[in-house]
């Protein structure tokens, strides 16, 4: 046993590790619970009251000396392996994902970002409407058809009758704006409407708008063509072209919808434009009288314009995304794709 004894002494004196696991091959090894120590002990149960004094000495200080080389050697190694974590700048940093910004937000930070150097600001309002600001104060007559053209989502009545809806178009904002403030106006709204439809590639139940309002004296039509033309030119580039058609909105009267040249295919004709070489994209128009005075505007004095679009008909235009539902569905593979516009 004595022999044995040395022989493991000098093995542990002459022991140095090249790493952790060589250190946790020693642990188990001599300090295991089915260590060599462990049985040692193991074996000296078995031994003569003689010898139990001299090796019950002999043994302990074993034990002592492999304890405490491997707590020395334990103890050298982190610090050797926390002083290189720390000192080692070449090693590779942590990796970690970065998001990306939503194609939407991309195009409404681009819309807001040409308005702004006109001198427009950002108004914002509830999604939550009553019929005032939704319909009546812009100038839909009750019983309208318009009001169900819209496809609303009525959330309450009063005294009977709907009241209570998400607004289904940004133009609530203008109602609030011109009520609460004095002119001259000149705001965009960009937001979130919804509308009752069943959701298809072509159609969501809700969407987004960005709403334009310019309140001034002397403002007229050809304010309205010079501001679209010119927001079109910074948005799909120099040369693309615009056509106004006539159209109808309560809320605006004359009124007309906007169309450009298409961006895909330059005009000649492909699927985005139907092969007709346009696509509409906003609605616009001069602020009927009647909203102006239903919001306590002298329409005598102002006069003003107004347009309204799809925010993701012009994200479309842009980055030519065929199904609607994309949008809503925040799948990381659609998402990532927009990673380098946000740098
Ligand atoms: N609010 C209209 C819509 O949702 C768009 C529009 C706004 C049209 C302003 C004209 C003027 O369809």
Redesign the pocket.
């Known amino acids: 046993m004595q022999a044995q004894i040395d022989q493991y002494t000098s093995e542990i004196n002459a022991f140095s590790p090249a790493n952790a696991d060589e250190l946790e091959t020693f642990r188990i090894k001599f300090l295991g619970t089915k260590g060599i120590i462990k049985d040692l002990f193991e074996q000296f149960k078995t031994v003569g009251p003689e010898e139990k004094r001299t090796f019950g000495k002999v043994l302990n200080q074993f034990k002592q000396l492999a304890e405490a080389k491997y707590n020395e050697l334990k103890e050298q190694h982190s610090a050797e392996s926390s002083t290189q974590n720390a000192q080692d700048l070449t090693l590779p940093g942590d990796d970690f994902a970065v998001g990306s910004r939503h194609p939407l937000s991309l195009v409404r930070n681009e819309i807001i970002d040409i308005f702004k150097r006109l001198g427009f600001v950002v108004a914002e309002g509830p999604e939550i409407e009553d019929d005032w600001h939704n319909f009546s104060a812009?100038n839909f007559p009750e019983e309208h058809p318009a009001r169900d053209m819209?496809d609303t989502f009525f959330i309450k009545k009063n005294n009977g009758k709907d009241d209570i809806a998400l607004r289904?178009?940004?133009?609530s904002v203008?109602v609030r704006m011109m009520e609460h403030g004095k002119p001259p106006f000149r705001a965009i709204m960009p937001g979130r409407?919804y509308r009752n439809e069943a959701i298809s590639a072509r159609a969501h139940c809700f969407f987004h708008?960005v709403?334009?309002?310019y309140v001034d004296e002397n403002v007229s039509f050809s304010d309205l063509k010079q501001t679209l033309y010119h927001f079109v030119q910074e948005l799909y580039g120099a040369g693309t072209k615009v056509r106004f058609r006539p159209?109808y909105?309560p809320?605006?009267e004359p009124?007309a919808e906007m169309d450009i040249s298409c961006t895909i295919c330059g005009g000649s004709g492909c699927n985005m434009c139907k092969h007709t070489g346009w696509v509409e994209i906003?609605?616009?128009?001069m602020?009927d009288p009647n909203v102006l005075e239903n919001c306590g505007i002298d329409s005598k004095k102002y006069t003003g314009?107004?347009?309204?679009?799809?925010m993701e008909r012009i994200a479309n235009l842009k980055y030519v995304i065929k199904d609607l539902r994309l949008f809503s569905e925040n799948d990381v593979r659609f998402l990532k794709q927009f990673q380098t516009e946000m740098l």
């Open positions: 812009l819209q289904t178009h940004t133009s203008q409407v708008q709403e334009g309002l159209s909105f809320f605006t009124s906003l609605g616009c128009g602020v314009f107004a347009f309204g679009m799809g």
